[in-house]
């Protein structure tokens, strides 16, 4: 199957351009100074064929800080949430044959992937709208401490004076200030609440989303490694996270949408919409048809990199048998938003480019599942002649012409749809005379439409319109 190296670029079916090179590291992760000059005398020791990120992570640092890295993720605190992510966006980062460093499999880090999900989850948590009736939340992330370092929490209650001092004090007190920490978070909770209606702490959701957008982009990092795929298209947890963020794209950070539309490209290959329905746990209530009006959604963005990732992870998933009862009652819709991209008005000339290769990349797929499609793709107004246009500019790149010319063809296939192809003989021929590379393809397509026995009309026609 095809693999998301071949297109990175938000969905370029037929690989109408080069990979662009991955997202940087996430917020926060400049900010240490020591991090900085080792980067610097790595950058100007570094040979001049190694070219990008230079600041190295010796290969057995994930092996030996598993454990740590983990419980970092875990404890809520924001330095070590901070330390975490910067580490493990250094592991996941990996250019294309790169050769400094190997892949990090989470295999070796177990426990990883759910605590990454974790800190996205916390996020998603507070950030979601509630309802007037507010349902109790359990906290995961810093559910026995009294400050985790987010935002004023810190301000906020010491102004009562009751802070202990670590290190100080018998354990008894100790455990009877932990034993107060619920009752400290209730009786402030009017004014401290995340989603509170008198909640000042923007500082501190704002770290939190960061944090969240972070754990993205190290999970995107992830799923382009091979070693990763399987562990995460099996991991219910994980697809409903993110399909869950690309349902609420109009209310949620562009950049955390983006990375977990970008983490189901790299999966869709190897996932099974089934998943859904299966009796592996279920964190969040996400069904097969639930998760494709999540993409539809996508398609029908206006953003270039969100209809066109969208546009190649629907050809990913249709590849898949077992896809198809999800995928096939929304064919209608995914064909007037795929023709309809074919001719996308742009002042750019690579945005329509794009968007042409998705979708051709797309179509190209579906026409190969079944007959309804090639019916309902051949009756899709506008669908052939932008086709042809496409074939005709022609695209910069020759696949995505390949593979129009190979969607008429499948069209001509199916005799209901001879009568509607008829109409554009004349442009097939053009096409045969005036362009060798497709001539073989539109020579078949001609036979069909005329030479077939069923065909009266177009056998008292012929070829030249005689």
């Given at each position: 199957m095809q693999k998301r190296e071949q297109s990175k670029s938000g969905g370029?079916?037929?690989?109408?351009?080069a990979p662009p090179a991955k997202r940087g590291r996430p917020f926060g992760s400049g900010g240490n100074s020591a991090a900085a000059?080792?980067?610097?005398?790595?950058?100007?020791?570094?040979?001049?064929?190694?070219?990008g990120p230079s600041l190295h992570v010796h290969s057995s640092f994930a092996d030996q800080n598993n454990k740590r890295i983990v419980l970092a993720l875990q404890s809520g605190l924001k330095s070590e949430l901070t330390w975490a992510l910067n580490t493990l966006t250094l592991l996941s980062f990996k250019e294309k044959d790169d050769m400094r460093k190997d892949t990090t499999p989470l295999a070796k880090i177990p426990g990883l992937l759910d605590a990454l999900l974790s800190v996205?989850?916390?996020?998603?948590?507070i950030a979601l709208p509630k309802e007037h009736v507010k349902a109790p939340r359990v906290r995961n992330l810093g559910a026995n401490l009294l400050v985790t370092g987010?935002?004023?929490?810190?301000?906020?209650?010491?102004?009562?004076?009751?802070?202990?001092?670590?290190?100080?004090?018998?354990s008894s007190q100790e455990a009877s200030v932990l034993s107060n920490v619920t009752k400290l978070r209730s009786s402030s909770e009017w004014w401290l609440d995340e989603d509170g209606l008198f909640n000042l702490d923007e500082e501190g959701r704002a770290e939190r989303q960061q944090c969240a957008v972070a754990?993205?982009?190290?999970?995107?990092?992830?799923?382009?490694?091979?070693?990763?795929?399987?562990?995460m298209a099996q991991h219910r947890?994980?697809?409903?996270?993110?399909?869950?963020?690309?349902?609420?794209?109009l209310t949620e950070d562009e950049e955390l949408v983006t990375n977990a539309l970008e983490t189901i490209v790299n999966l869709a290959p190897l996932l099974d919409l089934g998943i859904f329905s299966s009796s592996k746990p279920s964190y969040i209530k996400i069904t097969g048809k639930r998760a494709v009006q999540a993409i539809m959604g996508m398609l029908g963005s206006v953003v270039k990199t969100w209809h066109c990732a969208a546009a190649e992870l629907l050809?990913?998933?249709?590849?898949?048998?077992?896809?198809?009862?999800?995928?096939?009652?929304?064919?209608?819709?995914?064909?007037?938003?795929?023709?309809d991209l074919m001719s996308l008005p742009s002042v750019d000339t690579q945005t329509a480019h794009g968007a042409q290769a998705a979708a051709v990349g797309a179509l190209y797929n579906l026409a190969e599942v079944n007959m309804d499609c090639r019916l309902k793709l051949a009756s899709e107004r506008w669908a052939i002649d932008r086709l042809l246009k496409v074939i005709k500019a022609p695209h910069p790149v020759p696949e995505v012409c390949r593979k129009a010319a190979m969607i008429l063809e499948s069209l001509v296939s199916e005799p209901q749809n001879r009568a509607l192809l008829?109409?554009?003989?004349?442009?097939?021929?053009?096409?045969?005379?005036?362009?060798?590379?497709?001539?073989?393809?539109?020579?078949?397509?001609l036979y069909e439409l005329t030479s077939r026995p069923n065909n009266k009309v177009a056998a008292a026609r012929g070829v030249w319109g005689m």
């Open positions: 370029v079916g037929g690989g109408a351009s000059l080792a980067a610097a005398a790595a950058e100007t020791a570094a040979p001049s064929t190694l070219l996205i989850d916390d996020w998603r948590d987010f935002g004023n929490e810190y301000e906020a209650l010491g102004s009562n004076g009751i802070l202990p001092l670590p290190g100080l004090g018998s754990a993205s982009n190290i999970i995107r990092n992830f799923s382009f490694m091979p070693d990763n795929e399987v562990i947890h994980c697809l409903e996270t993110v399909f869950q963020c690309i349902e609420d794209y050809g990913r998933l249709i590849i898949n048998p077992d896809n198809e009862p999800f995928l096939l009652p929304f064919v209608p819709q995914i064909h007037k938003r795929l023709v008829l109409a554009y003989e004349n442009a097939f021929a053009e096409i045969l005379f005036t362009d060798a590379r497709y001539s073989d393809t539109f020579a078949r397509i």
